[in-house]
């Protein structure tokens, strides 16, 4: 009884230690954290296609869609002309604080553009072509023809070694093969083989480290259940969730990659005949519910020119944020701490992930102490944003030093210098303009 009676008062003694050195920092007061959505975010939501000027922002958002030709990329003569093709997009963009998302294509089905789309002197080697009327009409390139196939490797590796890790770029789906790029004819004879499909993918997944990458279809060969890239529904709510062996999921299921999301993004395109059904509230017969497909799937980011229409009345203005808000990461600060412990001050901010996916760049958090127009940041080491999956929590730590009448905030980095910041969904009136979130203050005595 004794020595249960002398380990209790050292453990007393000891925990009164820990707390005379372990205490909350006199004089915080922390804010009211309660959640506010967040609208037009980077690297996620609904996103027009790019047009001079932009698009109207009655839907905030923050990523332009282009597609882009071969021929613009490279000569007729074979030389590579892939900066003289993408900066003018890529400089616009930017310039709005956007970013941008791109596919090459060789065959765009009624656009006019043809078999202008192929440079020239892929043609002079005698790679075939056939014309097809499905679509609106175009020519298709013989895609399984070996030359081709290495043609379009080597072009990868050279737009990776131009523009992998910049950061006006958020996504690039593969493209190359099919009608839009998007891995589907409907000439079968021309179409690449499984063993072709996959060089194309290693090409993409080897050579770009830190931009990520798209594909249209599950289970395409080259791709792995761990993710190697993502994958993009162009047909979204249209044949979506599990059905026909054609869907989405169906595939994603049949090829065990359901769990790509974790490592890789979803994207894609809301099936356009019925964006102007579901912007307006009315009913989308033969459509699956909008919402399931975000959860499901856990998509990112859409293509919704919908959204971006200028005659787009108020309702649909506010049904396009509230479903563009639903796609992708969403973090709050649902804690706020400032602590003494051993003499030293340390800042605890509890951030978790309410939305269907993680954020798929590894983004810096940092603490700033002082005012809106004056702070001094710290960044948070050995801590990971992009680790944070849907539903989880996770504090994030650093040694601050703050004084009375100084505020402390936090913020995320942004994804592009000097574009559009990442918003913390809580309440507006806490936000800043550069995306940081006041939490607290230090009371004057």
């Not at 839907?59 to 071969?70: H, N, Q």
Request: with cysteine; aromatic share 14%.
């Amino acid at each position: 009884m004794r020595r249960f009676l002398k380990f209790f008062a050292h453990l007393f003694v000891l925990l009164l230690g820990l707390s005379l050195c372990i205490s909350p920092l006199g004089g915080f007061a922390a804010y009211n954290l309660e959640y506010e959505q967040a609208v037009g975010n980077p690297l996620k939501g609904f996103m027009p296609f790019y047009k001079q000027g932009g698009a109207d922002n009655s839907v905030p958002y923050s990523m332009e869609w282009f597609y882009v030709p071969l021929s613009a990329l490279m000569s007729d003569s074979g030389e590579y002309t892939i900066r003289e093709g993408l900066e003018p997009y890529l400089e616009e963009i930017s310039a709005r604080g956007n970013q941008a998302v791109f596919r090459v294509y060789l065959d765009y089905p009624g656009s006019g553009i043809g078999e202008k789309a192929v440079p020239q002197f892929i043609w002079d080697m005698g790679i075939k072509k056939e014309h097809y009327d499905e679509y609106g009409g175009g020519w298709c390139p013989d895609y399984s023809d070996g030359r081709l196939i290495d043609i379009l490797c080597d072009f990868v590796r050279e737009l990776a070694r131009e523009y992998d890790g910049d950061r006006r770029i958020a996504y690039i789906t593969t493209g190359l093969l099919g009608h839009w790029g998007e891995w589907h004819v409907c000439l079968p004879e021309l179409e690449a083989s499984k063993e072709q499909k996959a060089k194309i993918i290693s090409a993409f997944a080897e050579n770009f480290k830190t931009t990520r990458i798209l594909t249209r279809y599950p289970g395409t060969p080259g791709t792995t259940r761990g993710g190697n890239v993502g994958f993009h529904d162009d047909s979204f709510t249209h044949s979506t969730l599990y059905g026909e062996s054609w869907y989405f999921m169906s595939k994603m299921k049949k090829a065990h990659q359901t769990g790509v999301w974790k490592n890789q993004p979803i994207g894609g395109e809301f099936r356009p005949e019925g964006q102007s059904a579901f912007l307006s509230g009315a009913p989308l017969d033969g459509y699956q519910d909008y919402f399931e497909c975000v959860n499901v799937t856990h998509c990112s980011w859409l293509m919704m020119a919908g959204a971006f229409e200028e005659n787009l009345g108020a309702d649909g203005i506010e049904r396009a944020k509230t479903a563009s808000a639903a796609l992708g990461y969403d973090f709050t600060v649902t804690d706020a701490r400032v602590m003494k412990i051993f003499g030293k001050i340390y800042a605890f901010v509890t951030i978790k992930n309410t939305g269907v996916a993680p954020i798929y760049y590894d983004l810096g958090v940092s603490f700033g102490v002082g005012n809106e127009k004056n702070a001094q940041w710290t960044e948070v080491q050995n801590q990971r944003l992009c680790r944070l999956l849907p539903g989880k929590s996770a504090v994030f730590s650093a040694q601050i030093s703050i004084d009375d009448g100084q505020s402390l905030f936090v913020r995320i980095e942004t994804p592009l210098e000097n574009g559009k910041p990442i918003r913390f969904s809580n309440l507006s009136e806490l936000q800043r303009a550069d995306g940081s979130l006041e939490l607290g203050n230090m009371m004057r005595f």
